[in-house]
Nanobody, 125 residues
Framework: VQLQASGGGFVQAGGSLRISCAPSGSTFSINAIGWYRQTPGKQRELVASINHDIGTVYGDSMKGRFIISRDSAKNTVTLQMNSLKPEDTAVYFC????????????????????WGQGTLVTVSS
């Protein structure tokens, strides 16, 4: 599975941004799509994931601000990010899992088999 992330950019604190993930290839094998983010010197951090049962889970600092959704017609997964903060600045990666598990399972990076190249989100103060 190949993953193309798009929609990153520059936004002021308090603003909103929407990023999308478009999988291609063996998409029939996908059981979950997750968004992770990473900044230099830090570990990759779960942002949100959505699975085969449309179950969703969010990282603690994203709850109430970010919304992950799936558009089956367009075969994309979108992350709507609201009330952005400078600490949200990072490269955002989408990842696909062919493994079958519950919602909690998809909070773990090792649950994902394929990763996209990422898109940069910069939030200015």
């Amino acid at each position: 599975v190949q993953l193309q992330a798009s929609g990153g950019g520059f936004v002021q604190a308090g603003g909103s941004l929407r990023i999308s993930c478009a999988p291609s290839g063996s998409t029939f094998s996908i059981n979950a799509i997750g968004w992770y983010r990473q900044t230099p010197g830090k570990q990759r951090e779960l942002v949100a994931s959505i699975n085969h049962d449309i179950g969703t889970v969010y990282g603690d600092s994203m709850k109430g601000r970010f919304i992950i959704s799936r558009d089956s017609a367009k075969n994309t997964v979108t992350l709507q990010m609201n009330s952005l903060k400078p600490e949200d600045t990072a490269v955002y990666f989408c990842a696909a899992s062919s493994q079958y598990g519950d919602t909690h399972y998809y909070t773990k990076a090792h649950a994902y088999d394929d990763w996209g190249q990422g898109t940069l989100v910069t939030v200015s103060s």
